[in-house]
């Protein structure tokens, strides 16, 4: 190439470059926008993140035919990257070498079958979007133009690396594709002129395919390829249950809550720009998948769309910010960008969380945003003001229930447990175990377990309150936090070290959030949900299996023990220690878990149309089980009432048990 072709070259990179930095940089600024977040933490395991999740793809492939489809394509490039290398450099200085690779046949043979990849990839990509047509994908210009641009570059790789080999085949000897082309090209019968021609040609028609790729990938749901590696080593390493953050109402608060754009943190911010769009939050969405307002995509996304439409003047170097941009950045986003029936029909479950192969983090954002409309304008839907009534006048959140905090206890040995305090252990049995008539069932079964086990424990009885997490995820922190450290306090008058309870909301708050507002907590106190003590008692032999339980059994995840704890396995180990249970599984389970639909207010909100719990039970049924084993008193409840329902007019009867009550009848000596 001459110098004029160099000069060229170089100007034409050079704005290539220029145009993706500027483009990069405005959405650095856009960052800018939210609010102070530490997230430099553990920077070890944060750099293992970046490891796993975007070079190894872990979540990527947690679906096979996408994950493996990307996996291609994401590797291929990062080869054909390296090659690059040495194409662009032996076609602006003939004989040019790259050091270590250069002309290594394996180089050019691993080139080839990873651009082969690529365009298998490719294939399957279309296949799946233009055939199959998932309703998860958004169907606009925008992917064919991708998708173009990718075979465009792989294709005229191909080309130009094949009429180089036709002229100099040296390095090309292994390379299948490249040799194949070069024989095709010999056979044609060019001259060298001719075959250096259509090299040149083809080498600039890759090399501006490839600089508009470049342009066009901050532009594009592609601004993933920049903003991933970032938002995963910025994700949150706690528990789901740890990732909403306390407001601290000693401070003086501007708003409580988000209402606007910038009220989010940078790194809520990045998670908008990180999405890739690929809709596995969707597929997992139990409000989605029951026709409600909400799919968490459009969630992410439309903030997404308004974030970058206050950040155009901001991004063009304006960053005084005019009348029309401070206009955008005032906008309340409840209302305009997502409606409250939206954020209310959020369950909390975390599903769209847990499979995100980006590490967004949906559900603090939808809590954020209830927070304003709880604290700022005491806006609630139907039922659920009924239920912040009840937990601040009664502390519990069940309106017009007759029941007290007593009405569980079975025989007087309670009442001596009440009256002590010399216990380690407390069992702290929450509102729904406390008030329900079939959750005491729990209550009393993981009580009679705990005395099989002579295990010394006692209870608070009237003195316990609602742990606080309704009023968390129904967006009332304040409550929230006058509940919590009012329980705090109380703890603090008894001799307790061990914190067991049947309720995974519980669990979650007194493990995962109460240390929030007391640093010690966690230090102070064990805390244990009922599943992880049973399993620990048969395990220290004292609590022995002696009957059978002879009938097949799926066990359902809650939300708040599996997806938020990771506490999948002790639970199903717990079942395999009964003589004569058959486990199955349900489609949907473990991190893939299926919501109840009792979560994030679920319980006392009044849903239109197909109910999740309902669809929860028809998996049930297809699964062919006899008994439903559920591990949660707002799981019991859904579950109890959706079989109930799906169940008339069926032959078949699921009977619906905790595993306490399983673990009960297995430890008589009576068979079920």
Known sequence: MGLLGIIVFVIVLVAAVGLFARAVYQRYLILRLGKPE?????????????LVYVFGQKKVLDEAYPGLLHVFIFWGFLVLAL??????GEGLFPGFVLPLLGHSPVFFLIQNVFAILVLVGVLMACWRRYVVKPDRLDHNPEAAIILSLITGVVLTLFIADGLRAAMHPAGSEMAPVTVFLAGLFIKQGWSQSTLNTLYYAFWWIHALIMFGFLVFIPYSKHMHLIACPFNTFFRSLSPMGKMLQPINFEDEQETLGTQKI???????????????QCGRCQDNCPAYLSDTPLSSKRFINNLKDHLLECGKEIGSGNTSNSSENESLLEKSLIGSVITEEELWSCKTCGACQYVCPVMIEHVPKNVDLRRY???????YPSGVDNAIRSLEDRGHPYKGTMASRSSWYRDSWVEDLVKENNKE??????????????NMKIAQAFAELLKRSGVSFGILGEKESCCGDPARRLGNEFLYDCIARENIELLKNYKVKTIVTTCPHCYNTFKNEYPQIDGEFSQKYQVYHHTEYLAQLLKEKKLTVESSFTETITYHDPCYLGRYNEIFDVPREVLQNISGVKPVEMQRTRGRSFCCGGGGGGAWTEEEGVRVNHMRAEQVFESGADVLCTACPFCMTMMNDGIKVKQAGQDKVVKVYDLAEILEIATQKTDI
């Open 38 to 50: 530490d997230r430099f933490d553990q920077i070890g395991e944060r750099v293992k993140s970046v």
């Open 425 to 438: 252990v407390l069992f702290w049995v929450g509102c729904t175990a406390a008030l329900d008539d079939r």
């Open 373 to 379: 409309l709880a604290m700022e304008e005491a806006s």
């Open 83 to 88: 090659g690059e290398l040495q194409f662009f």
């Open 262 to 276: 910038n009220d989010f943190t940078w790194k809520q911010l990045l998670d908008l720009l990180t999405c890739t």
